[in-house]
């Protein structure tokens, strides 16, 4: 059975950024490895609508066709995704009701209910914090959701030639 990853938006925006090469070298090796088909991987109509806001219409097409080629599997932001959202920025770790703090835990929310326990990220500020990943994991478990959710850098599931050799 093949891991089942969350990708959220930061990871598909660094494929186009030039400001970190280190991540948008490691972002790039990630996608091949998704299109090599070693993960089922996930995004949801909240990736497609932030990607939809770029202003830069070429970038914003070069996105879409990186989304495109990957395949992801898209998901929904449903009523019950709403509500855990609803949940978590109540909780006492987020300290922001910005819209952009909104759509990162929707991203989670979407993640936790269609119990893809891997989140795939670059926002630090929001998402791959030990604290938020306790409290997001905390207000699952208080509602019902009794799988852990895990946000770590797309680094982790990267799979080189090298690692397939060696039967990783």
Not at 1 to 9: A, H, Q, V
Not at 22 to 48: M, P
Request: aromatic share 10%.
């Amino acid at each position: 059975m093949k891991k089942k990853l969350y990708i959220e938006t930061s990871v598909w925006n660094q494929l186009e950024h030039a400001d970190r090469p280190d991540w948008h070298q490691s972002a790039c090796k990630f996608i091949e490895t998704l299109k090599k088909g070693y993960y089922e991987a996930y995004i949801s109509n909240v990736v497609l609508e932030e990607i939809g806001m770029t202003t830069d219409e070429k970038l914003r097409e070069k996105l879409m066709g990186h989304i495109r080629t990957a395949e992801p599997y898209i998901l929904e932001i449903d009523d019950e995704a709403k509500e855990l959202t609803k949940k978590y920025m109540a909780a006492d770790f987020i300290v922001s009701s910005a819209p952009k703090v909104y759509n990162d835990s929707s991203h989670v929310a979407i993640a936790t209910i269609n119990e893809i326990n891997h989140i795939v990220s670059y926002n630090f500020k929001h998402l791959v914090k030990d604290k938020r990943i306790d409290g997001f994991n905390g207000v699952n478990m208080l509602n019902g959701y009794d799988h852990v959710i895990d946000i770590t850098t797309p680094d982790r599931f990267i799979i080189t030639p090298e690692d397939r050799e060696q039967g990783l």
